[in-house]
């Protein structure tokens, strides 16, 4: 059931002319396509080298996927990718009504690039961060309008998954958390508000279930095919624990778990050494062709 959508927030998500995403890696490059495709304008930013063309190659690559599978015709792929613009600074993000933060998960950076952002979104607009796990009351201060300051986050990859976890900060305004949420049902999402402690609902749940088949793993309760396995079948996940963890990095999994451990003081979330000491070998997962599987 979705309640009513109030006459503000429908204002202000109609006021959307123009959306600007900062960070133009895994979330930010499907962002920019999932409000491409829903026909909004959107500037994409990143003054890193290279970052602006994989990003383009990594839409054009997944909407030529769409087109093969005729969710797409070659002419909407085309005018999908005519809407995004890519640019190197942050002043492309001037007079935007709607601005995304999706650069790396370090909270000096976050701030830094916040500030910046305020200082482009217009009078009335909204800044979103899609961080996976930094308090967005905290991001929110480096912003002068808290109040207009929300969580959104989206699920990798960005076009499959409809899930968006819409947090709320102490200061989000009702309007805010109002008008994300019809946004995100406008993009073809199903979004769901959750309040902003440690881990929000996906990782604080998440994290620890993968720490737990880490810990199975280490103590030799089974292998890894036999965890994977048990918890698909018996769970009906599609992937099992820790083929998850590889697909998400285990470094960022460490991280989650730093994060509700120190912020929720709990030691139930201490991270599984197994983990630790994989993430200093460098076996990343996915990413760096080898952690509980070997992808190369
Ligand atoms: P990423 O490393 O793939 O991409 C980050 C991008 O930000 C890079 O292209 C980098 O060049 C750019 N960047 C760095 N500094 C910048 C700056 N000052 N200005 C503009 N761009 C800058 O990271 P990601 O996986 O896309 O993660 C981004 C955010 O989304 C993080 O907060 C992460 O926790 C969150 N998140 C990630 C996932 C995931 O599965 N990858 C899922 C949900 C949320």
């Known amino acids: 059931m979705t309640s009513p959508v109030s006459e503000a927030a429908q204002n202000l998500v109609n006021s959307i002319d123009r959306v600007a995403i900062v960070g133009a890696g895994t979330m930010g490059n499907g962002i920019a396509q999932v409000f ?13 080298e290279g970052a602006l063309e994989r990003a383009r190659g990594t839409i054009e690559n997944s909407l030529g996927r769409m087109v093969k599978k005729e969710k797409l015709t070659t002419d909407d792929a085309e005018a999908v990718l005519g809407r995004i613009t890519f ?42 961060s899609n961080t996976s796990s930094i308090s967005i009351t905290r991001l929110a201060n480096f912003s002068d309008r808290p109040e207009s300051f929300v969580g959104m986050h989206f699920m990798n990859p ?11 900060g102490h200061k989000t305004s009702d309007t805010v958390v109002e008008a994300t949420l019809e946004l995100s049902r406008r993009l073809g999402k199903e979004p769901w508000e959750v309040q902003d402690y440690p881990g929000f609902v996906a990782n604080r749940i998440l994290a620890p279930m993968l720490n737990e088949a880490i810990y199975a793993l280490m103590e030799g309760v089974a292998t890894r095919e036999s965890i994977d396995e048990v918890m698909k079948l018996g769970m009906g996940h599609p ?50 062709g080898r952690g509980f599987y070997d992808y190369s």
């Open 87 to 128: 640019e190197a600074g942050i002043e492309a993000a001037s007079g935007a009504r709607w601005g995304i933060e999706a650069v790396p998960e370090d909270e000096a950076l976050k701030e830094s690039v916040i500030s910046s952002l305020d200082e482009q979104i217009s009078e009335g607009g909204v800044i979103a």
């Open 158 to 168: 960005v076009p499959m998954m409809k899930l968006v976890e819409v947090i709320r």
């Open 239 to 288: 992937m099992g624990p820790l083929a998850l963890a590889d697909f998400i990095g285990l470094d960022v999994c460490l991280n989650i778990l730093e994060l509700l451990q120190s912020e929720l003081g709990d030691p139930k979330y201490r991270p599984c050494p197994l983990l630790r000491r994989m993430v200093a070998a460098g076996d990343l997962g996915r990413k760096s």
């Open 36 to 48: 491409a495709q829903s026909a909004y304008d959107v500037v994409i930013i990143d003054p890193f």
